[in-house]
């Protein structure tokens, strides 16, 4: 095996975490948002922007992982369904709590409710992410896919 092929072996388990990270970064950041408060049109098309842009990426990950990883990771490691499908659970339940989000900055909801939205996010989020990268990061170091990064952990 070249130096190439064992690079690329090793790349799922490192993007999963680079993509995990970043969406933790974009919480953050639409959280900080919101924190700051400013009054007014521009800020408030700020954190739709925000809101929606963070949304959207949490939503393509998981479709991602759902569609393509999670079924070849169970094709490769029967023993970890179990572990997929709490996984899985966990997707369509932040998918949920996504679209409460959603339904909130649509009608431009006070702060405090958003805030309550993104804190409930958050936590089922990292809860999910820390388990995931738990159960699946010593399978993904060894894991071959031949599939695109975009269509596999999202477009981030």
Aim: net charge negative.
């Amino acid at each position: 095996m070249i130096e190439r092929e064992t690079t690329r072996l090793i790349a799922w388990s490192r993007e999963l975490r680079r993509v995990h990270n970043q969406l933790r970064e974009a919480l953050r950041v639409t959280r900080d948002s919101l924190a700051e408060g400013s009054p007014g049109e521009a800020a408030t098309r700020e954190l739709l922007l925000y809101c929606h842009g963070f949304c959207a990426a949490l939503d393509d990950h998981h479709q991602g992982e759902d569609r393509t990883l999670f079924p070849a990771i169970a094709a490769a490691h029967p023993e970890l369904r179990p572990v997929l499908r709490a996984l899985e659970q966990d997707h369509s339940m932040i998918a949920h709590l996504l679209g409460n989000l959603r339904a909130a900055v649509d009608r431009a909801a006070p702060p405090e409710e958003l805030d309550h939205h993104l804190e409930g996010i958050a936590a089922i989020m990292e809860n999910h992410f820390r388990y995931e990268e738990r159960q699946l990061l010593t399978v993904l170091e060894t894991f071959e896919l031949a599939a695109e990064l975009k269509d596999v952990l999202g477009p981030l």
